[in-house]
């Protein structure tokens, strides 16, 4: 069974902080996808990487993904009250057809 | 303009009742899925269609039978409803399935059953 361990699950941190989650699994995938889930909705993608060792910047998010495909990282610089939300990996397996998610991290970011 | 739609957004229920969840996407995507959000927020595939085909179906009860009419639309049917199927359900689709990753997902449909 493929999983997706992500961690801190939960981090409360003051506005201007900078913050990393983890994504990590003992399976290789073909890609890894980040999401943002806020309240009320569903997740929505932020990006997808698919090379190993590729890193993706989006504003102040950056994306990485290992070198061997088994995890990934997100890093927040200078965190605002607005990324507050559910941050969720997701890994593609392409032999199975499947995108695994992770358990989610949930940030709270206070003014 | 809704990308991926379901209703209801909420339904309380009583146990032992059956229900329908309705999805429909207007995204042109010939893959559509439902997906299992529990209390601790993991989500969970459940079920998968492509073009109106049947192509992933996870070990869920079989109180969970899946539609898809056209490949619009997939909707959900829950016989028999327990405590335990009390969650947040969403529907996503994508175009190609395999190998095309990226899911658009409704808003969810929080399903409590008392």
């Known amino acids: 069974t493929q999983l997706l361990e992500q961690s801190p699950q939960f981090l409360s941190i003051q506005e201007g902080e900078n913050l990393t989650v983890y994504c990590n699994s003992s399976?290789?995938?073909?890609?890894l996808q980040w999401y943002r889930q806020e309240p009320g909705e569903g997740p929505v993608l932020l990006v997808t990487v698919v090379t190993g060792g590729e890193v993706k910047k989006l504003k102040r998010l950056t994306f990485q993904f290992g070198d061997a495909r088994k995890d990934s990282s997100l890093h927040i610089t200078a965190a605002q009250p607005g990324d507050t939300g559910l941050y969720l990996c997701?890994?593609?397996?392409?032999?199975?057809?499947?995108?695994?998610f992770g358990q989610g991290t949930t940030l709270q970011v206070k003014p | 303009d809704t990308a991926v739609s379901q209703t209801p957004k909420y339904l309380v229920t009583q146990m032992g009742n059956d229900k329908s969840i309705k999805c429909e996407q207007n995204?042109?995507?010939?893959?559509m899925y439902w997906y299992k959000q529990d209390s601790k927020k993991f989500l969970k595939i459940m079920f998968s269609?492509?073009?109106?085909?049947?192509?992933i179906n996870e070990t869920v009860p079989n109180r969970f039978s899946p539609k898809s009419p056209d490949k619009a639309h997939l909707n959900l049917h829950i016989n028999s409803l327990e405590l335990g199927d009390s969650a947040v359900y969403f529907c996503?689709?994508?175009?190609?399935?395999?190998?095309?990753?990226?899911?658009?997902f409704g808003n969810g449909t929080r399903l409590t059953v008392t």
């Open positions: 997701a890994g593609a397996a392409s032999n199975t057809g499947k995108l695994i």
């Open positions: 995204l042109g995507h010939d893959t």
């Open positions: 996503a689709s994508s175009h190609g399935g395999r190998g095309s990753w990226t899911l658009h």
């Open positions: 399976s290789v995938f073909s890609s």
């Open positions: 269609y492509n073009n109106k085909e049947l192509i």
